[in-house]
């Protein structure tokens, strides 16, 4: 079976820190660019990082800037998101994507998405 699954969300306070897994199952991950993606009740999908398969070349959207961290084990088939100084506002559930695309056409407009989570629930509050 070809999947995604992420983990490492809950409840945690203003300012704290969490660490998002995605791990795959039935396929590499070697091959694709991985992304993280985040909706809020009431809001669209947007996209937080991504990552891609080649280079390393990472996108992020400003909004995260200099907050989170996205990186990539192959040999574990995992990508992580490390999310510091977190605020309410970055309160969604978060999914991870894997796709063909370059890292900004994948976390702009989500171009070329083979795979998705079925995303893991971030609560910043206090």
């Known amino acids: 079976q070809l999947q995604l699954v992420e983990s490492g969300g809950g409840l945690v306070q203003p300012g704290g820190s969490l660490r998002l897994s995605c791990a795959a199952s039935?396929?590499?991950?070697?091959?694709?660019?991985i992304g993280w993606f985040r909706q809020a009740p009431g809001k669209e999908r947007e996209g937080v990082s991504c990552?891609?398969?080649?280079?390393?070349?990472?996108y992020y959207a400003d909004s995260v800037k200099g907050r989170f961290t996205i990186s990539r084990d192959n040999a574990k088939n995992t990508v992580y998101l490390q999310m510091n100084s977190l605020k309410p506002e970055d309160t969604a559930v978060y999914y991870c994507?894997?796709?063909?695309?370059?890292?900004?056409?994948?976390?702009?407009?989500?171009?070329?998405?083979?795979?998705w989570g079925k995303g893991t629930l971030v609560t910043v509050s206090s």
């Open positions: 994507a894997a796709s063909w695309a370059t890292v900004r056409a994948m976390c702009v407009t989500f171009t070329g998405m083979d795979y």
């Open positions: 990552i891609s398969d080649s280079d390393g070349s990472t």
């Open positions: 039935g396929f590499t991950l070697d091959y694709y660019a």
